[in-house]
């Protein structure tokens, strides 16, 4: 595979903001004008071969957090619809306490926080101890009926150890939930490895899709545990079947799909986990980290820049926040910006996010343009 054909990025920009929302690979773009074409010309007269291609789609999403079956896979339009259908498809009892941390990304707490007026209490773990996992494990007392963190967090980059939480939940009884948006399609992910329940994800990010296409997973066990608040033909187990006046909610996690899929959206998801399965995410992430290992050490070799980033081997992700001595972090995200440096100003400072094909050439050309 040629990473310099998949990516014709513009020459002009130096694209380190993966962790916001990614470029197209080449074939992604041409998936979907070949679905524009075929639309002009055809419009749906090969709709099984839609649903083909989104049929693969679950399968490639299922195979890359290690599912073992699509039928635990539903699509969603992003992250936070997936953990609004979770928030508000779980029985809350009076009393009950959900357990986040203190960097989560909103769409993660915002929703955990809605569910006040039920008599659910939210309570925020701060992850700046040595050992964040412990931290969060001591927190999951008798009240807790849900865990929900990301696997990385959006403003410093921080990982945790989705296995040991996935492990203390499930001897406690306790649902856990992951955002996973930050990881996947840069790391690799085994949600049984994790014992996640719910894990959820838009495709726009390290996936390397469009915007407004999610992947939600959800557990055997907990797939009951979820009430429904969405209805229409799509999510009954006799899809299709019009003329039927009687229906059961689908078996599998169709059930979370009320309506009409996003063909276009699965034609791009699709083309981008391609290249991702192809290339191999182990091979993604060695390559990943190698370029976060490369830049990391151009930041430390310029005298005025401070990483935020816990650069300890085991809590390395796509993400490197730094701060400038002197210049504010807004002012520096600004000049880079003008600069074709796409980055993003969070977690303190500003934060740069390549993925496994960003060239170290360009990697260095954006940390010369970080002024003394
Ligand atoms: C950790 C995390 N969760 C969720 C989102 C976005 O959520 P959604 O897919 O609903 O737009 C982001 C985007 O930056 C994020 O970093």
């Not at 990301?150 to 992951?178: N, P, R």
């Not at 995410?281 to 490369?294: I, T």
């Not at 440096?341 to 740069?352: E, L, N």
Request: charged share 20%; with cysteine.
């Amino acid at each position: 595979m040629s990473l310099h054909q998949e990516f014709p990025l513009d020459s002009s920009i130096c694209y380190l903001n993966h962790a916001a929302v990614a470029p197209w690979p080449k074939r992604t773009a041409d998936a979907v004008c070949d679905f524009a074409r075929e639309n002009t010309q055809r419009g749906a007269a090969n709709y099984p071969a839609w649903m083909k291609v989104e049929q693969t789609l679950r399968n490639r999403l299922a195979e890359l957090i290690g599912a073992q079956s699509p039928r635990n896979i539903a699509l969603q339009k992003n992250t936070s619809e997936g953990l609004s259908a979770i928030a508000y498809g779980l029985n809350w009892r009076a009393g009950d306490t959900i357990v986040i941390t203190d960097q989560e990304f909103p769409s993660n707490r915002i929703v955990w926080e809605s569910l006040a007026d039920k008599g659910v209490t939210l309570c925020e773990v701060s992850l700046t101890s040595a050992s964040p996992e412990h931290a969060i494990i001591d927190a999951l007392d008798e009240s807790v009926r849900l865990l929900s963190v990301s696997s990385v967090q959006y403003g410093t980059g921080l990982v945790l150890d989705l296995d040991v939480l996935g492990e203390a939940c499930s001897q406690k009884g306790i649902l856990f939930c992951v955002d996973a948006i930050q990881s996947i399609g840069a790391l690799p992910f085994n949600v049984n490895q994790c014992q996640a329940d719910f894990v959820v994800a838009d495709g726009h990010k390290w996936m390397l899709g469009p915007e407004g296409l999610a992947l939600f997973y959800v557990s055997d066990q907990a797939m009951d545990k979820l009430s429904l608040n969405q209805y229409g033909w799509h999510m009954v187990e006799d899809r299709g079947n019009y003329n039927v006046k009687t229906w059961e909610v689908a078996q599998d996690a169709k059930r979370f799909e009320c309506g009409s899929p996003n063909m276009m959206g699965a034609y791009a998801l699709n083309a981008s986990l391609s290249l991702l399965l192809e290339y191999g995410m182990d091979n993604v992430q060695r390559e990943l980290l190698s370029k976060v290992a490369f830049l990391e050490q151009a930041l430390i070799r310029h005298n005025d820049l401070e990483l935020i980033t816990d650069t300890e081997r085991t809590r390395r992700s796509g993400i490197l926040t730094f701060r400038h001595r002197k210049i504010s972090s807004e002012s520096l995200y600004s000049q880079l910006m003008a600069q074709g440096v796409i980055c993003a100003c969070r977690g303190g400072g500003v934060r740069f996010s390549p993925h496994f094909y960003t060239p170290e050439s360009q990697l260095a050309r954006a940390v010369e343009l970080i002024p003394a």
